[in-house]
């Protein structure tokens, strides 16, 4: 039997949202400067996609956190080394030139496989300590450090900090507590509530909260946007809430059932869509669109152009045809010594 029966549908209907708004958000980076509408899409995308993301990835990390199933740990750095290969030799292909390479520094795609693993790992060594102080001192930690203006994409750190508290939150609630205390028609309501008013705001006040933006990211210090204010902590304390609060509305919105779906399916194969998406994305837009100047017949409906480049690379990373691959990436044959009693 196969085990994509034995998944919750609901969480990888989630999942098949947050991938695909992954693929448009990227997709929007490219035009959020010359477009407002995609600025104000790109700004409620970056609010919660990831962060929701990490507190997902947390609920379902527990077996191999509490097993220290370290092959399922490590294939997180194999998954990390292979999207930056791909994406270092899409760039060199469309440039014509060889792009920089940092293999311990990442601002784009692979960070989050290397934070899968750093949380994975942090977690482990936190196992020891009570639950409710590791959760307070990483968000303590993660409000601090948005004063210091090294802490930025080496190994990583700066979004290993700001999210743990995310994925931490996961790794501490159980699935099925979570769907069900969402799943109520206050919930529901509730969530519809909170996403337009997110909307609405980001819309009214777009011009005002735009640079914001480099906040939710999880990559940049407060420096970044607010030089010098001392009360930039507040703007964090606000960003966690509002991801808080989308992140819910969105469990709370996105339908299940036992019935699989071909959005279900496609979301339970957000790991190689994740892997690959920007490789075509940088294959598409460096070659086809920059030589054709596709969009250029679209500047009317910029956001419908967009979407549309956003579902076929979703379906063209989605396709069973990278099943193998990524099968062999996430199941390292790793072979640790046995403990001698």
């Known amino acids: 039997m196969s085990s994509v029966k034995t998944r919750d549908v609901k969480w990888d209907n989630i999942k098949f949202v947050l991938i695909f708004l992954v693929v448009l958000g990227h997709i929007a980076d490219i035009y959020a400067d010359i477009s407002v509408a995609t600025g104000i899409l790109r700004f409620v995308i970056y609010t919660f996609h990831m962060p929701l993301f990490i507190f997902i990835s947390g609920l379902f990390g527990k077996t191999n956190i509490r097993e220290k199933r370290w092959n399922k740990i490590f294939s997180y750095l194999v998954l990390y080394l292979f999207i930056k290969v791909i994406d270092f030799a899409a760039k060199w292909v469309v440039n ?18 290397f934070c899968l693993f750093a949380f994975s790992v942090i977690t482990i060594a936190a196992e020891r300590f009570d639950r409710k102080y590791v959760f307070v001192f990483s968000l303590i930690l993660a409000v601090i450090a948005g004063y210091d203006n090294e802490i930025r994409d080496f190994l990583c750190l700066s979004r290993i900090i700001v999210y743990f508290p995310f994925y931490y939150a996961g790794y501490c609630l159980e699935a099925d507590k979570v769907k069900e205390k969402l799943s109520g028609k206050k919930s529901k309501i509730a969530g519809a509530v909170i996403i337009a008013v997110t909307v609405a705001v980001t819309i009214i006040f777009y011009d005002q909260i735009k640079d914001v933006k480099f906040l939710f990211t999880g990559r940049n210090p407060y420096g970044i946007f607010r030089p010098g204010c001392p009360y930039a902590f507040l703007v964090r304390i606000a960003c966690y809430i509002v991801s808080t609060l989308m992140g819910a509305a969105v469990i709370a919105l996105v339908p299940g059932g036992e019935k699989r779906t071909v959005f279900s399916d496609i979301g339970a194969k957000s790991v190689q869509i994740y892997a690959l998406h920007f490789f075509f994305k940088i294959i598409y ?57």
């Open 96 to 113: 014509g030139t060889k792009p920089a390479f940092h293999l311990f520094s990442d601002g784009s795609v692979p960070w989050y496989a």
């Open 285 to 341: 837009f460096g070659l086809l669109n920059n030589t054709f100047r596709i969009d250029s017949h679209f500047t009317s409906i910029l956001l419908v152009y967009e979407i549309i480049i956003a579902v076929v690379l979703t379906v063209i990373c989605a396709l069973p045809f990278w099943k193998g691959l990524f099968s062999r990436l996430m199941n390292v044959p790793l072979r640790l010594p046995e403990r001698k009693e």
